[in-house]
T-cell receptor
């Protein structure tokens, strides 16, 4: 069975601080994909990034960066110089090689960025 | 505007009533999904559909019925609503069934059952 753990339920930071959201996963599949989604206070779910299990290169997109480490089964998400607009619930999700693209979600981390 | 739309955005109903949540996508995506989001549980899959007339159960299907007569629509019906079904419901779609495909979500339906 697949499992995604986001141990941090809630994180509070002050604007301009860097913050890292942790994601640890479990799967028996050799090929799998990891995703991050953002859910702002307005409630919609926004796709941020996808990473496959064969690509361990870190990825940077503006203030966002993702660190994938297969050795520790982790796919952490860092926001540099956080802003109030980053306040949201962030979900990590896993899709395995089981023939269809169902996602297993973590329980989410609520990030509160105060001015 | 193209995308995935859910209706209604908010719904209040009483226990025992039937309620249908609508989902419509304009991308012609093959796969569609229904999730429920509850505090402490994250998102859990209720049902999914690989194509028109093909549906399958997810993690928490009890008390729900789905249909997919057309590719673009995937309604979710609570045949006899219970208070435990109070939740936020999200519909999603993906281009294909490959595990690399990101799912794109609607804005959600907040359902309260009194």
């Amino acid at each position: 069975a697949q499992k995604v753990t986001q141990a941090q339920t809630e994180i509070s930071v002050v604007e301009k601080e860097d913050v890292t959201l942790d994601c640890v996963y479990e799967t028996r599949d050799t090929t799998y994909y990891l995703f991050w989604y953002k859910q702002p206070p307005s409630g919609e779910l926004v796709f941020l990034i996808r990473r496959n299990s064969f690509d361990e290169q870190n990825e940077i997109s503006g203030r966002y960066s993702w660190n994938f480490q297969k050795s520790t089964s982790s796919f952490n998400f860092t926001i540099t110089a956080s802003q109030v607009v980053d306040s949201a619930v962030y979900f990590c999700a896993l899709s395995g090689n089981s023939g269809y693209s169902t996602l297993t979600f973590g329980k989410g981390t609520m990030l509160l960025v105060s001015p | 505007d193209a995308g995935i739309t859910q209706s209604p955005r908010y719904k209040i109903t009483e226990t025992g009533r039937q309620v249908t949540l609508m989902c419509h996508q304009t991308w012609s995506h093959s796969y569609m999904f229904w999730y429920r989001q509850d505090l402490g549980h994250g998102l859990r899959l209720i049902y999914y559909s690989a194509a028109a007339d093909i549906t399958d159960k997810g993690e928490v299907p009890d008390g729900y019925v789905v249909s997919r007569s057309k590719t673009e629509n995937f309604p979710l019906t609570l045949e006899s609503a219970t208070r435990s079904q109070t939740s936020v419901y999200f519909c999603a779609s993906s281009e294909s069934g490959g595990s690399n495909q990101p799912q794109h979500f609607g804005d959600g339906t907040r359902l309260s059952i009194l």
